[in-house]
């Protein structure tokens, strides 16, 4: 049965008609700029034209078509980036647009930021062209199959030999291979590999390696060394294009040259000598992806919610026994109720990601005239906006799959692979637990420095108001009194101060600083997410004070963030509570003006999503088509099934018709 044609009509033009807002000037305020949208728009349609980058049969490929299938995408990448000419904004668009994991990401993406954070300059111009030309590739292998959260326990080591000049990398133990790189266990040629540095009989700790790993000339694994793929991982297609892999060591020799020594350095003769940098420095790449793992999750969340609003307008359920039409599932209270709050927190997230990036320009702008001191906070800011906003867009893409129903459940909705690909973001970069007490001890000891009399700057300056936030209650009287940024901004600040000085309070009567760290860190976590969420809703309200252009744009925006905090709110209510920054009443009201607040958005909410300028091939969905005519792409979607390349299915002959054909019975028949 061969598909249905689909019509040419805008079956979502009558929800475009009812937009209060210029859509064009949204995509501005959400793009960051009119220059952005144009450079995203044009590189998002290249990709969409070009054959070589077509994915919609992707989750129907074996792991081997899978992968090669990612390593003709990456060439042609390349052959495209260097035959336009592209700049380097350009390229990292195309490739975001290529949207299918592979050593690429690594390559540039922690490679070669490993070389040139923690390179010396030398380094960095031996190495760096080679990287930017592609006549090698590289990949990060930090992990190892006993270690990955806790750094200091990897077990690699690096030894070095006076009298050859080299150091001997060496993988003494099972647990020591190296484990989860991606682009090594198939096509990386380099790794940065992280390894503890042994010099004149000392352990210095963890320290960063250029290996090769494999030749030049036919790619085959040098002496020494071992290395191939771990293996298939969740999901169909998703992140297996990726070769995540397997390093080990065999007393393998390299230069001494081939140490990264920005920071710290070991002479010929086999000295150690450390600069005088924060050796927190060596984990600067770390902090540098977690920055670019925050605007991903605003991307992979609203790709999500672009599909479930579309499809929600679309799709239609009840409400016809007069004979009238259906209701769309859009309209359902308890829909908009699951759904806004993501479309809220999509736009959140660009915005936190936006200034997250701006920080970050700016602590490596103090680093480098050797200002150090905003260290800690880019680092408990990269590690808690990594954690909140990874765990929060996981479970909204399977939220979006549930408000699909059925249909979302199919590989056609395109949302069980993006859950696929993007939960690992939960995990990589640092465990989100992991992260999220980090940021925790960052607090505690802000807070221990308040006695002091020490006043906390940039997203603990909040804390500095000690006197107020701690007894101060919240003024609101009526459901529209939460529309004041004040208003909210006061009890996030009181609920996270309040929430960290309890729990350092609760430290301090513990035998120890470390037993009550240990004892306490369930509620640490709570406090750490209490923060962030703070850090989100703040910068969502900073970003709003900014010049914003547009019929109607600043007012959406300004209904966003009311419902990202009064619905952060609602979900946390019971910390709201137990704090005493609000009433039970108050909690109520809140909740009231959440449900004005999803009225106001309804008519707009395609509107919205199309703000996010998607390009159908980048959505790779049926249900977020941009035309929603989602019935006929679904049907015809079916009929590409290799199941269905026949009629009567392989196996017929050995398993069904004999089955069917047999004469035995069972006896009680
Ligand atoms: C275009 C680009 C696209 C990119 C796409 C990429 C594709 C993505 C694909 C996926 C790719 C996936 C790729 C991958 O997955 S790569 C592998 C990623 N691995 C991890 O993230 C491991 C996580 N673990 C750690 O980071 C450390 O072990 C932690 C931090 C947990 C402990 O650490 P440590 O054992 O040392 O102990 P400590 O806790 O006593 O801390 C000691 C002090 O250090 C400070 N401190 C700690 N950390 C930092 C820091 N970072 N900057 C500045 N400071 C830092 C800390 O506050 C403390 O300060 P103080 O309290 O003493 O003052
Ligand atoms: C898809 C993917 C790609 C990756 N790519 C790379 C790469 O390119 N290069 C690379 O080097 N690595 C890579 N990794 C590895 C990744 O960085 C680690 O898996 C990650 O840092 C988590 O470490 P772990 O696996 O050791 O988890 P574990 O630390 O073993 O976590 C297991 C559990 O223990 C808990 N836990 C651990 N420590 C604590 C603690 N102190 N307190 C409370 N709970 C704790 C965690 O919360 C978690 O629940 C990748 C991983 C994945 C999944």
Known sequence: MAAVDGGEVDHLAGERATAHFDVDAMKVAWAGSRHAVEVNDRMARLVASDPVFRKDTRTMLSRKELFKDTLKKAAHAWKRIVELRLTEEEANLLRLYVDQPGYVDLHWGMFVPAIKGQGTEEQQKKWVPMAYKFQIIGCYAQTELGHGSNVQGLETTATFDPNTDEFVVHSPTLTSSKWWPGGLGKASTHAVVYARLITQGKDYGIHGFIVQLRSLDDHSPLPGITLGDIGGKFGSGAYNSMDNGVLRFDHVRIPRDQMLMRLSQVTREGKYVHSDVPKQLLYGTMVYVRQTIVADASKALSRAVCIAVRYSAIRKQFGSQAGGPETQVLNYKTQQSRLFPLLASAYAYRFVGEWLKWLYTDVMQKLEAKDYSTLPEAHACTAGLKS??????????????????????LNSSGLPELFAVYVPACTYEGD????????????????????????????????????????????????????????????????????????????????????????????????????????????????????????????????????????LLHKHLGDFLSTGCITPKQGALANEQLGRLYAQVRPNAVALVDAFDYTDHYLSSVLGRYDGDVYPALYAEAWKDPLNETVIPDGYQEHLRPLLKQQLKFSRL
């Open 432 to 567: 989100n637990v992991v992260l999220l007490l980090q940021v925790a001890r960052f607090l505690m000891k802000t807070v221990s420095q308040l006695a002091s009399g020490k006043q906390p700057v940039g997203t603990t300056a909040y804390m500095g108001n000690i006197q107020y936030l701690m007894q101060c209650k919240s003024a609101v009287n009526t459901a529209g009194d939460w529309l004041n940024p004040a208003a909210i901004k006061e009890v996030f600040e009181a609920r996270a101060l309040r929430m960290a000085v309890n729990c350092a309070q609760n430290i301090s009567k513990a035998p120890s600083q470390e037993e009550g760290f240990s004892e306490l860190s369930p509620d640490l976590l709570e406090s750490a997410v209490a923060h962030v969420q703070l850090i989100i809703v703040t910068k969502f309200f900073e970003k709003l004070q900014q010049d914003i252009i547009g019929h109607g744009v600043k007012e959406q925006l300004q209904n966003l963030c009311n419902i990202y905090a009064l619905f």
């Open 388 to 409: 909140v906003t990874t765990s929060a867009t996981a479970d909204a893409i399977e939220e979006c799959r549930k408000l699909c129903g059925g249909h979302g459940y």
